[in-house]
C-alpha cells in the first residue's frame, strides 16, 4: 500500500517525476471553464489541488490567478511544489494532510483538481464527500485518474485493482454534482518520466448545483 514515506521517497532529487507542465486533462479544461466561472480570468477564484504532489497543477491554477492550495501528505512533494511557485513567482498555499482525513471547509473552494490520486475504497470515499462539501455553490470538480484496463500498461498508476477508479465508481461518489463530461477510455499521456505513453483512464468534470 501506498504511503506519504513511499511518496517522500519518491520525490527526494530534483527532477520531477510528473514534470513540472500541467496534467493535459486539466489545461484543456480552461477554455471551457471561462464560460462563466472564469478559469481564464480565475481572479477571486479559490482552488484546492487534492494529492497534488510536486505541484505542477496547483502551480498552474496559481499561475492563471487562482488562490490556490495545494494538497498532499508528502512534505518533501509539497517542498517541490513551494519551490516551483516561487520560481514561477506565484503564491501557492501548501497543506501536507491525508486526503481522507483532511477538515475539508464548507464551500471552501470554486475549484478541486483531483489529478490522479488513487486511495483504498474506503479513503476514496472519505475524500469525495469531503471535496463534496468543500466546493462552493456552482463550483467545480475536475478529476482524471486511472482505471482497470490500465493493469498491464507501462504509462503509470498503481498495480492495486482496488485503487482504480471506474465510471460507475466516479457516479457513485459524485452523484449530488452535475455532470459537464465524464469519460471512461484511453488517453496518451505526456507527463515527466512516471506518465508516458497511451494510458486508460477516468476523466470528468461536475459542478455543484446552485
Ligand atoms: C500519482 S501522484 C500525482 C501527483 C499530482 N497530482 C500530479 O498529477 O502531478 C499521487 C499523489 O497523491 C499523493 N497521495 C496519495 N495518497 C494520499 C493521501 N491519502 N493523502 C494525501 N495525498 C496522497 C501522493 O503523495 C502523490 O503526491
Avoid at 28 to 36: I, M
Avoid at 136 to 154: I, K, Y
Wanted: a negative charge; hydrophobic letters at 45%; charged letters at 20%.
Amino acid at each position: 500500500m501506498s504511503t506519504s514515506l513511499a511518496w517522500d521517497e519518491r520525490y527526494a532529487g530534483g527532477s520531477f517525476q510528473f514534470g513540472e507542465a500541467p496534467n493535459r486533462y486539466l489545461e484543456s479544461l480552461a477554455p471551457r471553464l471561462g464560460q462563466g466561472q472564469g478559469l481564464g480570468q480565475g481572479l477571486g477564484m479559490r482552488a484546492l489541488a487534492i494529492g497534488d504532489g510536486e505541484g505542477r497543477n496547483g502551480v498552474w491554477l496559481a499561475e492563471r490567478g487562482l488562490e490556490t492550495t495545494s494538497l498532499d501528505w508528502s512534505p518533501v512533494g509539497l517542498g517541490k511544489a513551494r519551490a516551483l511557485a516561487e520560481a514561477r513567482g506565484v503564491a501557492l498555499a501548501t497543506v501536507a494532510a491525508d486526503a481522507a482525513g483532511w477538515a475539508y471547509p464548507a464551500e471552501g473552494f470554486d475549484l478541486v483538481a483531483w489529478i490522479f490520486l488513487h486511495l483504498p475504497p474506503e479513503d476514496r470515499a472519505a475524500a469525495a464527500a469531503g471535496v463534496v462539501r468543500t466546493l462552493a455553490p456552482g463550483g467545480l470538480l475536475a478529476l482524471e485518474c486511472f482505471s482497470p484496463a490500465q493493469h498491464g500498461r507501462r504509462s503509470g498508476g498503481p498495480k492495486i485493482p482496488e485503487l482504480l477508479w471506474t465510471r460507475a465508481i466516479a457516479e457513485d461518489l459524485f452523484g449530488g454534482l452535475e455532470v459537464l463530461e465524464l469519460l471512461e477510455g484511453t488517453v496518451l499521456l505526456d507527463e515527466g518520466p512516471r506518465h508516458q505513453g497511451h494510458a486508460e483512464v477516468v476523466r470528468g468534470l461536475w459542478r455543484k448545483p446552485v
